[in-house]
């Protein structure tokens, strides 16, 4: 068999090693493996990114602390291009393949939920860290056994948000409002659960106009004006990441924050990187900031992500990093890898958290987190950019989801 | 050796069957027992692709649209009645083919651009029902919730290595059925109309009457390949229905190879392979699949196993 290898042997064994390698790959014995899967490529792989970065972070800290019980702990990072049918085969991979004992699924909504089927096959312990669509976790039917859920959810920020709202219109007595969000479902759902609540606590709120734009859409133009002409007093919009601050340097264009108040759920530290003139006074909620809760131990976390990273973390951030608090908490009281034991160990557990509205963030029964930082306030243009926060009130939020929950069927 | 063409087609789909059967039963490797899943979806979705592509010369850039129709109507039939699998396979299959009779009978008049545009239209128009129907698909977020997967005949669907099997054998039985159109009396004038269409027309043959039924009966078994990815993800999303997943097809087509029938299956399986192991090293696996096909085309100048097939010719001259 000597010679010399021809061109041919050398494509034919490349071809080989292509089509074997999928196969092959696989751990060394003691590291275990946690898959994590995002949005890594595209628009909004930034979120993705965040989100990786804050568990890289988690890694160094938990694998210096010795690791989760005495294994060092060591991240695979998949991209499913945020893509349902390339998620659920992702999922699937990093545990028959990658040979993960742990996921961490990263996802955004749709592909959450593909995720979340495959987990009724696998014996793995999973975390969902960035869907927020209330039904992941809140329908029985949906719910999975393994499967959690560390991270806002729809209806506590529609609860919240529609609260500090009605508040505010009550005491500015503004009833005219406009919405403007994007258009797909999330858009048009959250948009509806907001006014739902917010008409519960306003009766007498009227939406004057609509404005659907479409994602990633450009030039918000033909919306700014169409939102001026039908004069609102207020303006609620649920854009967010690029689309978000685009709305707001085309709108500072057209003076529209000038004519009317402006309120929007979705501000993150990238987004306002992004604005070049972050007018004052829109009424924001906090997703992620440093100065709320305004604790050292959240200061603490956000610089040293600064440090490592060179840039500000996201709200994905600070849900991947509890994901790595509840996963520990609960493999230590557990002591076991195995995902019912890590399920029986999550449901009810409740752990300190830079990021509790009280210090502390629980773990509720039905696989969701409650008790997370939830506030309201206003911009100003420079740093910490919402001043004035009020935290939601967690107990009114519990009220007004068990309720919302009946109206589903959900209980 | 020739004499029988269909027996033979036959034996070999047998024997592939067995073998692939046969692997889970001397080692287990759930990678490529997933692997072998999304593989039957895509290799009947593109080889049905191919019986426009190769065989009649229609290239239809809304073939996805058949796929992600049957996902849908599958996945909801599962969800919203008490159906038994096979049977509401069955009838998703069915709709799919009623459907591409509706759409083939807009389109199959064009001349080749029109026809490739009006494909990618209807695409398109089904894609935004999709998206804009949440009441009953779910919108964007798709078809959540799961699909009940019942038994069928012994098999427990919820089990990886049934899955397998029912795919395997659903897929080997499907290309099967394939092959033999496509080497039918009706696949010969297929490729008559393909080659010389006017030609064909003074024959006899009608022509839009031929390329409606390759069009209805490619688009059945794209349906079939719907439901088998449905399956594999336990639901149905609108990616499945949209362009980039027509694509795939397509791309798997030219890859493998348009003159030979097992070419859309070698590209499938290229595809998805090459798809799972670049997003293991990189996230511009983009940038690396177009280079990989870029050079297949420039290098090989036509698919895979054409190529294959050039070469073995030459040979045997």
Not at chain 2, 8 to 31: K, N, Q, T
Not at chain 2, 88 to 94: D, H, N, Q, W, Y
Not at chain 2, 138 to 153: E, F, K, T
Request: aromatic share 10%; hydrophobic share 50%.
């Amino acid at each position: 068999m000597s010679g010399p290898v021809t061109r041919r042997t050398l494509l034919a064994g490349g071809t080989a090693t292509l089509v074997a390698a999928p196969w092959v790959a696989r751990a060394q014995a003691n590291t275990l493996r946690i898959g994590m899967q995002s949005i890594l490529s595209g628009p909004i792989a930034l979120l993705g990114t965040s989100s990786r970065n804050s568990l890289l972070v988690e890694q160094d800290r938990i694998n210096a602390a010795g690791g989760f019980l005495g294994r060092q702990i060591e991240f695979v990072f998949r991209d499913s291009k945020g893509q349902p049918q390339e998620a659920a085969r992702v999922a699937r991979e990093l545990v028959n393949t990658a040979g993960c004992e742990l996921l961490v699924d990263a996802e955004a909504s749709s592909a959450s939920f593909a995720v979340q089927e495959v987990m009724r096959d696998l014996n793995v312990a999973c975390i969902h860290t960035n869907s927020e669509t209330s039904s992941l976790t809140a329908d029985p039917k949906i719910r999975v056994p393994t499967a959690f859920r560390v991270a806002r959810q729809g209806v506590h920020d529609a609860v919240a948000g529609s609260l500090y709202l009605a508040d505010f219109a009550n005491a500015k007595k503004i009833n005219k409002w406009a919405t403007c969000s994007p258009d797909y479902a999330y858009g048009r759902d959250t948009t509806a659960q907001y006014l739902q609540f917010f008409k519960k606590f306003k009766p007498d709120v009227e939406v004057v106009t609509e404005a659907w734009p479409k994602l990633g859409q450009p030039d918000f133009t033909e919306v700014i004006t169409k939102l001026i002409q039908a004069k609102p007093q207020a303006l609620f919009t649920l854009l967010y990441a690029g689309d978000l601050s685009a709305f707001v340097n085309q709108g500072n264009v057209y003076a529209l924050f000038g004519q009317m108040t402006v309120a929007t759920p979705n501000v993150d530290y990238p987004v306002l990187a992004a604005i070049k003139n972050l007018p004052a006074g829109i009424q924001s909620a906090t997703r992620y900031l440093e100065t709320f809760p305004d604790t050292p131990a959240n200061k603490e976390w956000g610089q040293a992500y600064f440090k490592r990273w060179n840039e500000r973390p996201t709200n994905w951030s600070w849900q991947n990093s509890v994901a790595m608090h509840f996963y520990e908490a609960a493999i230590k009281k557990a002591n076991s890898l195995d995902g019912k034991a890590i399920a029986a160990a999550l449901t009810g557990l409740k752990i300190n958290s830079p990021f509790g509205a009280d210090g502390t963030i629980t773990m509720r029964d039905d696989h969701t987190t409650i008790g997370y930082a939830i506030g309201w306030g206003q911009t100003i243009p420079k740093d910490p950019f919402i001043t004035d926060i009020k935290p939601a009130d967690w107990g009114k939020i519990i009220e007004l989801e068990t309720e919302w929950k009946k109206q589903q069927n959900y209980s | 050796m020739n004499r029988n063409p269909a027996l033979r087609d036959a034996l070999f789909a047998a024997i592939v069957l067995i073998l692939v059967l046969a692997i889970p039963m001397l080692h287990r490797s759930p990678a490529f027992e997933d692997f072998i899943i999304r593989l039957s979806a895509m290799a009947l979705f593109a080889t049905s692709l191919n019986l426009l592509v190769g065989n009649t010369g229609m290239v239809s850039f809304g073939h996805g649209m058949f796929y992600g129709f049957a996902a849908y109507a599958f996945g909801l039939t599962m969800q919203l009645t008490e159906l038994s699998l096979p049977v509401a396979a069955l009838f998703a299959v069915a709709l799919t083919t009623i459907a591409a009779f509706v759409v083939g009978a807009m389109c199959v008049r064009l001349s080749t651009d029109y026809f490739a545009f009006i494909t990618l239209a209807v695409q398109m128009l089904f894609f935004s029902v999709i998206v804009s129907w949440q009441s009953l698909t779910g919108g964007d977020q798709g078809l959540r919730g799961g699909i009940p997967r019942r038994h069928i005949l012994g098999f427990d669907l919820g089990s990886q290595l049934h899955l397998y099997q029912f795919c395997a054998i659903v897929a080997v039985l499907g290309l099967l059925a394939l092959r033999h159109v496509s080497m039918s009396p009706f696949g010969n004038t297929l490729r008559m109309v393909r080659d010389n269409a006017e030609r064909a027309s003074f024959v006899g043959i009608v022509l839009w009457r031929a390329r409606l039924l390759a069009f209805t009966i490619a688009g059945g078994f794209a349906g079939i390949g719907g439901v088998l990815a449905a399956l594999f993800v336990s639901g149905a999303y609108p990616e499945l229905a949209d362009w980039p997943n027509s694509g795939q097809a397509i791309f798997a087509v030219m890859l493998g190879g348009i003159n030979s029938f097992l070419g859309p299956v070698l590209g499938a399986m290229i595809l998805l392979a090459l798809n799972d192991l670049v997003q293991r090293f990189t996230e511009y696996h983009g940038l690396v699949l177009g280079v990989v096909i870029l050079a297949f085309a420039l290098g090989l100048r036509r698919g895979v196993l054409d190529f294959i097939h050039l070469v073995w010719s030459k040979r045997a001259r």
